[in-house]
T-cell receptor, first 114, second 113 residues
Framework: DTAVSQTPKYLVTQMGNDKSIKCEQN?????MYWYKQDSKKFLKIMFS???????INETVPNRFSPKSPDKAHLNLHINSLELGDSAVYFC?????????????FGPGTRLTVL | QQQVKQSPQSLIVQKGGISIINCAYE??????FPWYQQFPGKGPALLIA?????SEKKEGRFTISFNKSAKQFSLHIMDSQPGDSATYFC????????????FGSGTQLTVLP
């Protein structure tokens, strides 16, 4: 009965590889997000989708491509992984994109690029 | 440019003491100010939030104080407990159609037994 789930929890890979992180929410929310948390725990939004439509796209390398097959899923695909991509990636969801709506975060995916 | 500045970076408090974490913002368009709590290995979770039309909000041992003119807000944790040991993030979101959260840099709180 997990609200926001992510797979995998840990991902260790070599530089240059392509990898994907999957996210699913069972809360019936319209809006989903991807955040990156760096080694200093700084949280920064990467993308936001509302009803499968991209509404926020921060300054993120185009090696990162989100995909939302339906409003319950938001996957993150990363091409040509670099050392600096090592971080914890969090998926989150909220009822909609309005201010004041609580964002529910997943457990995170720790990505390590060797 | 960091739009939400948070201090201190780390805080150590004795059990039963008061923990105070401060945040300051620059963007006057911000209209929602939540605090998130993150335990090791977990995602952040909403703790308490405030809008600028009130100066204080209290939920149990947690209180947000808000000073709109100074563009500052703070989290007070009364009677701090070891179970409160976590990283706390202030955040802010502006009015508008795509209301993304901008987080502060986080405060690592340790409550000693």
């Amino acid at each position: 009965d997990t609200a926001v789930s992510q797979t995998p929890k840990y991902l260790v890979t070599q530089m240059g590889n392509d990898k994907s992180i999957k996210c699913e929410q069972n809360l019936g929310h319209d809006t989903m997000y991807w955040y990156k948390q760096d080694s200093k725990k700084f949280l920064k939004i990467m993308f936001s989708y509302n009803n499968k439509e991209l509404i926020i796209n921060e300054t993120v390398p185009n090696r990162f491509s989100p995909k939302s097959p339906d409003k319950a899923h938001l996957n993150l695909h990363i091409n040509s992984l670099e050392l600096g991509d090592s971080a914890v990636y969090f998926c989150a969801s909220s009822q909609d994109a309005s201010s004041g709506n609580e964002q529910f975060f997943g457990p995170g995916t720790r990505l390590t690029v060797l | 440019q960091q739009q939400v500045k948070q201090s201190p970076q780390s805080l150590i408090v004795q059990k039963g003491g008061i923990s105070i974490i401060n945040c300051a913002y620059e963007n006057t368009a911000f209209d929602y100010f939540p605090w998130y709590q993150q335990f090791p290995g977990k995602g952040p979770a909403l703790l308490i939030a405030i809008r600028p039309d009130v100066s204080e909000k209290k939920e149990g041992r947690f209180t947000i104080s808000f000073n709109k003119s100074a563009k500052q807000f703070s989290l007070h944790i009364m009677d701090s407990q070891p179970g409160d040991s976590a990283t706390y993030f202030c955040a802010a979101t502006p009015s508008g159609s795509a209301r993304q959260l901008t987080f502060g840099s986080g405060t690592q709180l340790t409550v000693l037994p």
